[in-house]
């Protein structure tokens, strides 16, 4: 694995993401995915079940490029609900590990007031880096 996580002596170590990522090799940007299936139709309105199947997306695009979760360096998370999206996070958290691993990229996440789907709860965008 070319990926080296960047964390600054002395800070607290993050839980779920890392602080940064210095990678080499072919890139591979994903655009924003939703929670909805490949026909863009939601199976559900639940917040865990739409960042699985967003996740599971991501997963496909990488797929397309040979690339595999472990080499995703950056994610951002567009939610809906912060209140929504902490009341939840033993589910996120276990979705997460579940088609992701134990992979924690450098991340961020924001509330935002709608998505362009009205039954989007969560966007990820995510960069990944295929070691060469």
């Known amino acids: 694995m070319t990926h080296t996580i960047l964390q600054p002596e002395g800070w607290a ?3 779920g993401y890392a602080n940064g990522v210095a990678a080499s090799g072919r890139q591979v940007y994903v655009g924003g995915q939703i929670g909805w299936n490949g026909q863009c139709e939601f199976e559900t309105d639940d917040i865990v079940g739409q960042v699985r199947q967003t996740l ?3 997963v496909a695009v990488l797929a397309e490029a040979g690339a595999r979760p472990e080499h995703i360096t950056t994610m951002t ?3 809906t609900d912060k209140q929504e999206y902490l009341a939840n996070l033993k589910g ?3 979705a997460y590990r579940e ?10 996440a924001v509330q935002v007031v709608a ?5 989007a709860k969560i ?4 960069i990944a880096v295929i070691p060469e």
């Open 99 to 108: 088609i992701i691993g134990r992979h924690f990229p450098a991340m961020a």
């Open 92 to 94: 996120i958290g276990q």
């Open 13 to 15: 170590k993050p839980i």
């Open 77 to 79: 998370w567009y939610f």
């Open 123 to 126: 966007e990820i965008q995510a």
């Open 115 to 119: 998505l362009m789907e009205d039954r």
């Open 56 to 58: 599971e997306n991501i």
